[in-house]
């Protein structure tokens, strides 16, 4: 098929120099992290309302969209507008995220989480979660998606997709998210699944391969990622922790560590890759000790730091790259990019006590 194709376009000489030129590839990774998903939310409105603003807003017409656990919840909420609809898509997801409480996600046993914890599979029920996206999630995927599960029979993680039919599509969602002893875990498609976020907190090679199906070299593809966990990992560990908030912080923990060593990997896998906006909270969030709140008045304040740092990361990118002009032969990583994979460097190589130059990887 692929050769036919190769001998049609030859035999049009053009053909191919027209089609390459004009592919490209923009992807979206959107990580876990319950209700710090109203902090991305704020993000996804910031980069949409600058570019929309800088008249280019075609600049986030997002082709791929890769979510994992709560990143898989926005991630289909957003594909269900069309690309020209960006700016309603932006502001759909932060209403979403403000009004959304406690009760259109989970609830509790009837005996409480005493119940839960000795008699159920998990603390928390989440049939409010699947009414809830049943009624948010109505219309046909636009784009291409990854949704990040983890197989809990093979301990393997795996990927779902658009071509699910609507129904397999929230199932698949509830998969993705279902936090281990706090939410139920899933039977799909005849497996037992948990949180991709067990395996993956955000998914960059997921939406990496997804987008080379759109272009011939990967340098053809732009990369945003939004992360929930601080470039530091600042903790106050109060000395009367409960389980459950062991629990959380244990997963924070190992969420801070995975979505920087993920993110890190695919960059070195692939440094011609468009880095462009690596964006994570400046200053800790409200609700990072336990995301589990769904206070309306922490989400507000986590949806306007996103929005805040969406807008901040957009203008410091424009700025770096009118700058360089076009002169800088050294590198095409934005200076933002640049910085978070310096975090990302130092965090894994410090870890791993591997040596590396500051200076180089600046
Ligand atoms: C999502 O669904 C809930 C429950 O029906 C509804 O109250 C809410 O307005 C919906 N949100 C959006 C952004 O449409
Ligand atoms: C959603 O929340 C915003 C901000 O608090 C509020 O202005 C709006 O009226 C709410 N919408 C609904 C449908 O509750
Ligand atoms: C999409 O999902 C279907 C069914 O789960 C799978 O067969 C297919 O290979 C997936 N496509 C891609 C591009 O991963
Ligand atoms: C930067 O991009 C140019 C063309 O866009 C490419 O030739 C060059 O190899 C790239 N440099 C790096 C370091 O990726
Ligand atoms: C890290 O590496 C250095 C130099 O090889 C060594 O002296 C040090 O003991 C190592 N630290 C740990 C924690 O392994
Ligand atoms: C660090 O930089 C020095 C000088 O440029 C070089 O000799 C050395 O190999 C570098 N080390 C690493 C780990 O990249």
């Known amino acids: 098929m692929q050769k036919l194709f190769a001998i049609f376009c030859i035999g049009l000489l053009a053909c191919s120099m027209t089609t390459v030129s004009a592919r490209s590839c923009k992807a979206l990774v959107i990580a876990g992290g319950a209700d710090l998903g109203s902090y991305e939310a704020g993000v996804i409105q910031g980069l949409v309302q600058a570019y929309n603003e800088l008249g280019q807003v075609s600049e986030v017409y997002w082709d791929v969209i ?18 020209e609809q960006t700016v309603e898509m932006a502001n759909w997801v932060v209403n979403l995220w403000e009004n959304i409480s ?3 996600v989970y609830s509790n046993y009837l005996g409480g989480v005493v119940q839960g914890f000795l008699f159920e599979e998990s603390l928390f029920k989440t049939d409010p979660l699947r009414a809830f996206l049943k009624k948010n999630v109505t219309r046909k995927q636009t784009r291409k998606l990854v949704i990040g599960v983890t197989n809990a029979n093979t301990g393997e993680y795996e990927r779902y997709n658009e071509s699910l039919s609507d129904a397999d599509l929230i199932e698949a969602v509830m998969c993705s998210s279902a936090v281990p002893a706090f939410f139920p875990y899933q039977i799909f498609k005849g497996n037992t699944y948990f949180d991709g976020g067990v395996v993956r907190a955000a998914d960059v090679f997921g939406a990496i391969d997804r987008c080379k199906e759109l272009v011939d070299d990967v340098s053809q593809i732009t990369v945003d990622v939004i ?4 470039k530091t990992f600042e903790q106050d560990v109060p000395d009367d922790l409960k389980p459950i908030k062991v629990g959380t912080l ?6 801070h560590h995975n979505a920087r ?12 890759i468009n880095w462009r906006h690596i964006i994570n909270p400046q200053t800790k969030l409200p609700d990072a000790d336990f995301p589990f709140n769904f206070n309306h008045k922490q989400l507000l304040q986590m949806i306007d730091q996103g929005r805040n740092e969406g807008r901040a990361a957009v203008q410091q990118h424009t700025s770096y790259e009118s700058s360089r002009n076009g002169n800088d032969e050294t590198s095409n990583l934005s200076l933002s ?20 130059n500051k200076t180089t990887s600046a």
């Open 250 to 255: 244990s997963q924070k923990v190992k969420d």
């Open 227 to 230: 992360l929930v966990t601080s």
């Open 261 to 272: 060593r993920s993110l890190l990997e695919a960059y070195e896998a692939f440094p011609t």
């Open 66 to 83: 890769s979510g994992v656990s709560v990143g898989a919840i926005t991630a289909v909420g957003l594909g269900q507008f069309p690309k």
């Open 337 to 356: 990019a640049k910085l978070a994979f310096m975090d990302a460097y130092e965090a894994v190589f410090d870890r791993y006590n591997i040596s590396y």
């Open 102 to 104: 406690k009760s259109d």
